[in-house]
Structure formats: C-alpha cells, structure tokens
C-alpha cells in the first residue's frame, strides 16, 4: 500500500513539472515573439547643411511607419541543423549597445543549446494559452512559409516558427530557435537565450545560424 501511494505521488510530481514546462515555454516564446520588431520607422531628413541634391528631396513629414503583420505556424519546428550541438559558444549579449560585440558563453549555456536537437516530435502549440502569455492578439499559420498570393490575400507578411524550448533543470534558463520567412530569398533563423530574473523571462543572448 505503502508503494502504491509513493507511485502515485511520483505520478503527480513528474504530471506537474511536465504541466509546469510548458507552460513555461510558452511564456519564453510570447516573450520572444514580442520583441520582435513590428514596426519600421521612416528614416530621420538630412541635416540641414547635407549635401542632399534637391531633386532627391523627400517629404520626411509624410513618410509613414512601415507595419508588419505576422502569423505564428501552429506547430512547434524542428530546426534540422546537422551542426546544432557544435554552435560556436559566442553569442551577441541582448542589452549591448555595440552591434558587433560577442561574449563566450560557459558550458552550462551550451548544454541548452544542446538540448535543442534531442526532441525531434512535432506537436501543435497550445494557440489559447499563448494568446493569454503574449497578451495580445495572434494570428497563426499552418505551415512555415508563404506564398505572395496568400500575402496578398492574408495582409501576412511573414512566418514566425518557433522549435521547441530546451530548459535546464530549475526553468530559470531557456534556449529557443526562431524562424522567420517573408519569402523565398528572405527569412532567417536565430537562436536566443533567456533567464528568467524575478520570476519573468528576459533575453539575455542572441545568435543568428542563417540568413537569406
């Protein structure tokens, strides 16, 4: 009797740590798929003394922000990288405010980074629960890429995919691959890495594996 009820309460242990995962990663995706840019403002006029030639002048004060509306393919992707567990340990650190700075990473990141290639299982993102983590409005797709009529006729501009979240042990770091495709010599394929610091998940490093 005894054992029977240490099984049990195993059971309910390993159900709600597996519930608590994934409720997790869908917090590490809302909070990465928000930081995404949507939105690309005009650029600011010329000096006053540049040497712009007049006929290349532009109405700055009429230029408008360019918006960009995307949808989230409803599968989490299995990013099939050959090299992913060799992935150079130098990654850009989020908050830095030089474009080309590089920081290398200990071995305890890099364990994330591994954990990305081990589940190769396709399964469908909980749409309602994501929703509620990003907060907002989203709008999913069933597949990873777009044709230009479907952008036409969906006012889509891209795809967003993203693999499922690898964690270590006490979900306070998290390794995520993002996909992004506008067509079919534009996309692009990041890898990001967060912590979560009091009780909210922050990216901390970036890495781009492929662009086009």
């Not at 917090?27 to 949507?38: C, D, T």
């Not at 992707?77 to 992913?84: E, G, K, L, P, S």
């Not at 909980?126 to 890429?145: P, R, V, Y």
């Amino acid at each position: 009797m005894k054992l029977l009820l240490i099984t049990l309460l195993a059971l309910v242990i390993s159900c709600s740590s597996s519930q608590t995962a994934k409720n997790e990663a869908l917090n590490v995706i809302a909070v990465v798929y928000k930081r995404i840019p949507k939105m690309l403002m005009p650029p600011p006029p010329p000096l006053t003394n540049s040497e712009v030639k007049e006929e290349n002048n532009i109405n700055y004060a009429q230029l408008k922000p360019l918006k960009f509306t995307y949808a989230i393919h409803d599968h989490f992707v299995y990013f099939n990288f050959d090299y992913v567990s060799g992935i150079f340990n130098r990654f850009h650190p989020a908050k830095s405010k030089e474009l080309f700075e590089e920081k290398a990473l200990d071995s305890s990141y890099m364990e994330l980074v591994k954990g990305l290639s081990r589940d190769k299982s396709e399964q469908k993102i909980d749409k309602a629960k994501l929703i509620k983590s990003a907060d907002e409005d989203l709008i999913f797709w069933n597949k990873q890429t777009i044709s230009r009529q479907e952008k036409a006729d969906t006012n889509i501009s891209g795809i967003i995919s993203f693999s499922k979240v690898s964690f270590n042990d006490n979900l306070t770091r998290a390794a995520i691959v993002v996909g992004d495709y506008f067509g079919k010599i534009s996309g692009g394929v990041n890898l990001y890495i967060l912590e979560k610091i009091n009780n909210k998940w922050e990216v901390k490093f970036s890495k781009t594996l492929e662009i086009s």
